[in-house]
């Protein structure tokens, strides 16, 4: 019993020691902050977050006012959308004063044009010819509909005898 007891125990020892060397070896991942709210705290007392409204435009809401600017369609700015912004920013300086270096040098612009228009294949030629013919089509019987129908004019009709016709002096 006692060799049975020993080995169990040496089973658990090992299962526990290498959890722990497992542990240990995998690297520890930096905290991300990307989902995180901007709040902007004032040292006196207070605070601001800095949300989005609903015309999604950036807007400072008081901290004891979130509740109802949540119910109101608001959404809080995260940290990962400043950064991106930040980072898009960034890059628009780099070209702008790459740009501005190489204008100032006096190099020419290199324009590149890009033809936007594609040559359509038969198959959407042939598509669009019997689309055309088809309203063609219709805007010629709808033509003629209208010419057989019976055209309506308004008459004015002044009646001095309203012994035939009684129903004409309703109104006199």
């Excluded at 960034?90 to 044009?113: D, F, H, M, S, Y």
Aim: charged share 15%; glycine share 6%; net charge neutral.
């Amino acid at each position: 019993m006692s060799i049975g007891r020993f080995f169990w125990c040496l089973l658990l020892i090992s299962g526990v020691a290498l959890a722990q060397s497992a542990e240990s070896t995998q690297p520890s991942q930096p905290p991300s902050y990307a989902n995180y709210s901007i709040m902007l705290v004032n040292p006196t007392g207070g605070g601001v977050v800095l949300m989005h409204n609903p015309q999604n435009a950036l807007e400072y809401v008081d901290v004891s006012k979130t509740k109802e600017a949540f119910s109101a369609g608001y959404v809080p700015a995260r940290a990962g959308e400043i950064a991106d912004l930040i980072t898009a920013l960034k890059e628009e300086i780099a070209r702008l004063t790459a740009e501005n270096t190489r204008l100032q040098n006096g190099q020419p612009t290199q324009i590149v044009v890009v033809p936007t228009t594609q040559v359509p294949s038969q198959a959407e030629i042939e598509a669009r010819e019997r689309a055309l013919k088809r309203q063609q089509l219709i805007n010629a019987w709808m033509t003629l509909q209208n010419m057989n129908r019976p055209q309506t004019q308004n008459l004015n009709v002044n009646v001095t005898d309203c012994t035939r016709f009684p129903a004409l002096c309703a109104g006199k």
